[in-house]
């Protein structure tokens, strides 16, 4: 989800904000007791998003994994956050509204969101015992980066032409493919050059 990261109110408890989240006609995050509005995302990042969730989703069928597209919070520490997408493979501890249980968190990156997703989300989200990977993808550009857990976390990029694995669920996928409708110069020159190709043979 997007969000400016502009506290909206005074100092609450953790306690008050999950009480008052029920009753809120707004996701919100929390995070050192502020919470914070999230805004509407727009046509590239809800593709980005549908994607993946659905490629995850059909991957996913008959395990014991369930994959949540911007619904479930994640409580990460004294923070709770909304990812763009999740999959949890643990019952959620009878509680319906967060897990606590991540194997990998996606963010969709945008100019409001770039700077909490690669700082205080990313600080908080690896201290997660569960988490295998934290997969950030750029809307206006073509890269997805993956930061896996290895004896200590490493980072990958791919880019247009390459498969992404991600390990935790088992899953490889086109980077063209997490892509998919997107409308940005890089995917719109690579979905115009297989078009050639396609035509010249």
Request: aromatic share 10%; charged share 25%; with cysteine.
């Amino acid at each position: 989800m997007s969000q400016a990261y502009q506290p909206e109110s005074a100092f609450l408890s953790e306690e008050d904000y999950l009480r008052s989240e029920l009753r809120s006609e707004v996701k919100r995050e929390y995070l050192d007791g502020q919470v914070y509005a999230m805004a509407g995302a727009g046509y590239n990042h809800n593709c980005i998003t549908a994607s993946i969730a659905r490629l995850f989703g059909n991957h996913l069928v008959g395990t014991p994994c369930a994959t949540f597209i911007a619904a479930i919070k994640v409580k990460a520490g004294d923070a709770f956050f909304y990812p763009d997408v999740l999959v949890d493979c643990a019952k959620m501890g009878g509680d319906d509204y967060f897990s606590s249980s991540p194997v990998i968190i996606v963010e969709v990156l945008s100019k409001t969101t770039r700077k909490a997703d690669t700082t205080s989300k990313l600080l908080r989200y690896l201290n997660l015992p569960s988490l295998q990977e934290y997969v950030l993808i750029e809307q206006d550009i073509v890269s997805i980066q993956v930061l896996r857990r290895r004896k200590h976390w490493q980072s990958e990029f791919f880019y247009l032409g390459d498969e992404v694995t991600l390990e935790s669920i088992g899953l490889t996928l086109p980077v063209a493919a997490v892509y998919d409708r997107v409308d940005n110069p890089d995917s719109n020159e690579f979905r115009r050059q297989h078009l050639l190709t396609a035509k010249q043979t």
